[in-house]
């Protein structure tokens, strides 16, 4: 194949992703593997191609939300919706809402735009592989002027807005991370090609995915770092503490080698590879770590009480039998 065939075998797999063609269409199409698939866009914005994310034809254009986020450690974000605006939430995620603000318990997400009922049944199940619950809410402005509604953090953190279409139109986050997004986001599972990130990534073999082009909150705990990487850059993380990351960013979990640091090291036996680019975000306090801690200090499970020097102190140990 001379020059010229490959430079216009290269202008039609552009021209095909920026018209939306899925990565499985692409891969049979043009001969690649899944694994290459990626290293391939990143070779042709190497070339000086313009790759833009696909438009996400099979969903619906997310709704114009604006939004501020209140507090420090425990964060709730406020939405402002115009009239006929819709959010979508996780069950049980609302803290408060005006009062022309209309609740509507929906299968999945709804953000596909033309769906039979069985295909809305089976895109809500793929939920429960999550670990979500088969439903989410929809809250709509059902009134003439703005109204609001928020939504709180399930423990301390902080809430992280995420642009999809800043982002390129998808994001893959923790299993539980997901808060809140504007209707016409997608939130789907995401599983992992790698059997080794499937079998001791922490999040186990299915992360979600976030696509669209409008906003979506995922909450993390503790401090948030966002991490830009070039080309190549990598990070190895505790698999705790990876929040999300582009669908740019190659993941995968790596042993931590040697029999002493992985039995008495304290980090545990893998850790999260990242490789760049694109950008990712860290939690300094996994919620699973918060509650490891906790249960180790109450009595009940076996803890005991620290720091408590007061007589008062004393007096409870020997109330409750310490």
């Not at 979990?253 to 980090?267: H, N, P, R, S």
């Amino acid at each position: 194949m001379g020059n010229h065939d490959v430079m216009e075998k290269y202008k039609n797999f552009v021209s095909d992703y920026n018209e939306g063609m899925d990565k499985t269409s692409l891969c049979e199409k043009y001969k690649l593997s899944q694994e290459d698939f990626e290293p391939f866009l990143n070779f042709l914005k190497r070339k000086g191609f313009l790759l833009s994310k696909p438009q996400f034809k099979e969903f619906m254009q997310a709704h114009d939300i604006d939004f501020e986020i209140f507090g420090d450690d425990m964060q709730f974000v406020e939405i402002e919706l115009d009239p006929r605006e819709t959010v979508i939430a996780e069950a049980g995620a609302m803290m408060y809402m005006s009062e022309w603000i209309e609740m509507e318990t929906i299968f999945g997400d709804g953000s596909e735009q033309s769906q039979g009922i069985m295909g809305k049944i089976f895109g809500a199940g793929k939920r429960i592989l999550t670990g979500e619950s088969l439903f989410m809410t929809a809250f709509t402005n059902s009134g003439h002027g703005k109204q609001r509604v928020s939504f709180s953090a399930p423990y301390p953190g902080k809430i992280i807005p995420l642009n999809l279409l800043e982002s390129g139109g998808e994001i893959i986050c923790q299993k539980g991370g997901f808060l809140c997004a504007a209707k016409g986001v997608s939130v789907s599972i995401a599983f992992q090609k790698k059997i080794g990130a499937g079998f001791f990534g922490g999040e186990g073999f299915i992360l979600q995915r976030l696509q669209g082009d409008g906003y979506a909150f995922v909450h993390a705990g503790g401090a948030v770092v966002e991490r830009e990487l070039s080309h190549s850059e990598s990070l190895r993380i505790d698999t705790g503490c990876l929040v999300a990351f582009q669908g740019s960013i190659s993941y995968d979990i790596k042993f931590v080698g040697g029999i002493k640091t992985a039995l008495f090291g304290g980090e545990g036996l893998f850790f999260a590879t990242v490789r760049g680019p694109g950008r990712v975000w860290l939690q300094s306090l996994p919620f699973s770590r918060l509650a490891d801690t906790i249960i180790a200090a109450a009595p009940r499970a076996g803890g005991q009480r620290k720091g408590e020097g007061s007589i008062l102190g004393s007096i409870g140990d020997m109330i409750d039998g310490s």
